[in-house]
C-alpha cells in the first residue's frame, strides 16, 4: 500500500515550456495549467498472488486499486481505477527463422 499527500503546490511557477506551462499562441504567452494553493493525495493498494505447485503453477494474480483527489488549484481531474493483471509464463521454445 502506498500514500502520497501534498499541498502549498504553486503550479504558477512551472517552467515555460513544459507540460504544465506551455506556450499559448493565440495569447503569445505561456499559461500555467495549475494554480497556486494546490493540494492532492494519493492511495495505492495492491494485491499479489502467485500459484504455487499444480497445473497453474507460476500464475500470477495482480489486484491493484488507485485513488487520487485533488483540488481545482491542480488542474486535474479525480481518478478511481481498479486494475486486474493475469499473467502466465509460457515456454514458446526457440522461434526458428521460416524459410
Not at 497453474?56 to 485533488?70: E, G, I, M, N
Request: aromatic residues 10%.
Amino acid at each position: 500500500m502506498g500514500w502520497v499527500t501534498g499541498s502549498g503546490i504553486d503550479g504558477t511557477q512551472a517552467p515555460k515550456g513544459g507540460a504544465y506551462n506551455p506556450f499559448d499562441p493565440i495569447t503569445d504567452d505561456y499559461q500555467p495549467q495549475q494554480g497556486a494553493g494546490g493540494r492532492h493525495w494519493e492511495r495505492d493498494i495492491e494485491l499479489h498472488y502467485i500459484v504455487q505447485s499444480g497445473p497453474a503453477k507460476d500464475l500470477s494474480l495482480q489486484l491493484s486499486h488507485v485513488t487520487h483527489r485533488a483540488s481545482s488549484a491542480q488542474a486535474g481531474d479525480d481518478t478511481d481505477r481498479i486494475y486486474v493483471v493475469i499473467e502466465y509464463p509460457t515456454n514458446w521454445g526457440r522461434f526458428e527463422r521460416l524459410r
